[in-house]
């Protein structure tokens, strides 16, 4: 791979943490989106945070001070968060390990099911892992509407 596929990569991928943000916010966690009289999205949250915004203000060109912004892809501390919303909301348990090739690994448990998420991000491990028991349990809940 040459130095200029390796930066694409890694432009991609900020590209994707910075979409993970929002959608942990809202479907984890449960926060809102709001659109503000300018028209642009401002980011809300129920007082975890010290209040305010909660996602790095993409459309502004700035990101908000970081004590306010929830970023569960980069910070252990958000991601903590998280898994205490994945145990008390959903009732799964947690395990996270390290693998041979130098990544962790995420496994969410709930009922009999569980869902595992590799990655080299310890915190993005968490947050897909996370996104993934929501879709697992949305498909459940839709095939059990279909057996009525």
């Given at each position: 791979?040459?130095?200029k596929d390796?930066?694409?990569k890694?432009k991609?991928?900020k590209?994707?943490?910075q979409a993970?943000?929002?959608?942990?916010g809202?479907?984890?966690?449960g926060?809102?989106?709001e659109t503000?009289?300018d028209g642009?999205?401002?980011y809300?949250?129920d007082g975890s945070l010290?209040?305010g915004?909660?996602?790095?203000?993409?459309?502004?060109?700035?990101?908000?001070?970081?004590?306010n912004t929830?970023?569960?892809s980069?910070n252990?501390?958000?991601?903590?968060?998280?898994i205490?919303?994945?145990m008390?909301?959903y009732?799964?348990?947690?395990?996270?390990?390290?693998t041979?090739?130098?990544?962790f690994?995420?496994?969410?448990?709930?009922?009999n099911?569980?869902?595992?998420?590799i990655d080299?991000c310890q915190?993005v491990?968490?947050?897909?892992?996370?996104?993934k028991v929501?879709s697992?349990?949305?498909?459940?809940?839709?095939?059990?509407?279909r057996?009525?």
């Amino acid at each position: 791979m040459d130095i200029k596929d390796l930066i694409q990569k890694i432009k991609e991928r900020k590209l994707l943490l910075q979409a993970l943000n929002p959608e942990i916010g809202t479907k984890v966690m449960g926060w809102s989106i709001e659109t503000s009289m300018d028209g642009l999205n401002d980011y809300y949250e129920d007082g975890s945070l010290n209040g305010g915004f909660w996602v790095e203000d993409i459309q502004r060109g700035f990101s908000t001070d970081d004590s306010n912004t929830f970023k569960p892809s980069r910070n252990m501390k958000h991601a903590w968060m998280v898994i205490e919303r994945m145990m008390e909301h959903y009732n799964c348990s947690f395990s996270l390990s390290s693998t041979e090739l130098n990544s962790f690994k995420c496994e969410f448990r709930f009922g009999n099911d569980s869902v595992e998420y590799i990655d080299p991000c310890q915190c993005v491990a968490i947050c897909v892992a996370s996104l993934k028991v929501l879709s697992a349990l949305d498909g459940k809940q839709n095939n059990d509407n279909r057996d009525e």
